[in-house]
């Protein structure tokens, strides 16, 4: 079946590092995805690793990928208030055609 | 490049009424996807378009449908409208619908009284 789980909330401090922690059930993704949405908005496309990947490195953000685990990990380095926000997973499959599913989101909040 | 735009950006609704909400994709992104992003379910697929077809649906009522232009611009109806039907919906595009990453718009916010 199709299934993302992430746990619903991080609390960090302002400088430390944010590890948002993903699980997906079907073994077919292609692509794996982290989604970024803040108050009022739509969902903004942080990143994706390939799903032979293990790892992806785009300036703060680290991605790491246990295919055997189907475990997806973000990693936030020196998280700022800005980075307040949402985040959802989502794994993408092909059937008829491409579509997400998604995880049903991690609030991470960042204290001063 | 202009991102994903959605119209309108609010809408109020009373039950049994219809809605069309509309979506203007990325230039160049011919494939147009539909989300509905509720507190109980999350974020549900809709709907999947790419040269003006509907390629795939997801577990909705015969009451939600699309539709797709020649310009892939894309609109989706909801007739009939119920109180559940008060989500976020969001409109995504990709150049060609086939393992590539969905661009969202920042949706649509339904509220139906």
């Known amino acids: 079946g199709e299934d993302v789980e992430q746990s619903l909330f991080l609390s960090v401090r302002e400088g430390d590092s944010s590890v948002i922690n993903c699980t997906y059930t079907d073994s077919s993704s292609t692509y794996l995805y982290w989604y970024k949405q803040e108050p009022g908005a739509g969902l903004q496309l942080l990143t994706y690793?390939?799903?032979?990947?293990d790892m992806k490195q785009d300036q703060r953000l680290t991605v790491l990928l246990n295919k055997k685990d189907k475990h997806l990990s973000l990693r936030i380095a020196d998280t700022q208030t800005g980075d307040s926000a949402i985040y959802f997973c989502a794994e993408g499959l092909m059937d008829s055609s491409y579509k997400l599913i998604f995880g049903s989101g991690t609030r991470l909040l960042v204290r001063p | 490049k202009a991102g994903v735009t959605q119209t309108p950006r609010y809408l109020i609704k009373t039950r049994g009424q219809q809605v069309t909400l509309s979506c203007s994709p990325i230039s160049g992104h011919r494939s147009v996807s539909w989300y509905q992003q509720t507190p109980g379910q999350g974020l549900q697929f809709l709907f999947e378009?790419?040269?003006?077809?509907?390629?795939n649906k997801g577990n909705f009522p015969g009451r939600f449908s699309g539709r797709q232009f020649s310009n892939s611009r894309s609109e989706m109806n909801v007739s009939t409208l119920e109180l559940g039907d008060s989500a976020l919906y969001l409109c995504a595009s990709s150049p060609t619908g086939d393992n590539s990453p969905l661009h969202f718009g920042n949706g649509t916010r339904l509220t139906v009284t």
């Open positions: 378009y790419f040269s003006e077809t509907q390629r």
């Open positions: 690793i390939f799903s032979n990947m």
